[in-house]
């Protein structure tokens, strides 16, 4: 897939050059904005790019992603939650209680 062909949805990288984004140097900040943010068009522009196994291997080292997006992609690749590393952190830092 050429650098050209590639259309992600304008809202994704609003505080970024997207012309200045490269798809394997920033391949996590990609992952994680489609899956935080994306929309389906997108989601297929990175599965097409990637393809699923390499998806699951870029997620899991993604930092922060939000509940919906990790159920999402260790659901779509088969793999456990456990396995991503915003869950062991997400784990390790919890929530302030409210009084």
Known sequence: MDKKDIKFSKHLF??????????EKHKEFIVERVLD??????????????????????????????PKSLSFIATI???????YRCYKLAQSNPPHWNF
Not at 14 to 23: A, H, R, S, T
Not at 45 to 60: G, R, T, W
């Open 77 to 83: 690749t088969n793999t456990q939650i456990t396995d």
């Open 37 to 66: 943010y994306g929309f389906m068009n997108d989601w297929l522009v990175i599965k097409d790019y990637y393809s699923l196994e390499k998806l699951a291997i870029i997620a899991q080292n993604v930092r922060n992603l939000m």
């Open 14 to 23: 609003w505080d970024i050059d997207v012309n200045e984004l490269d798809m």
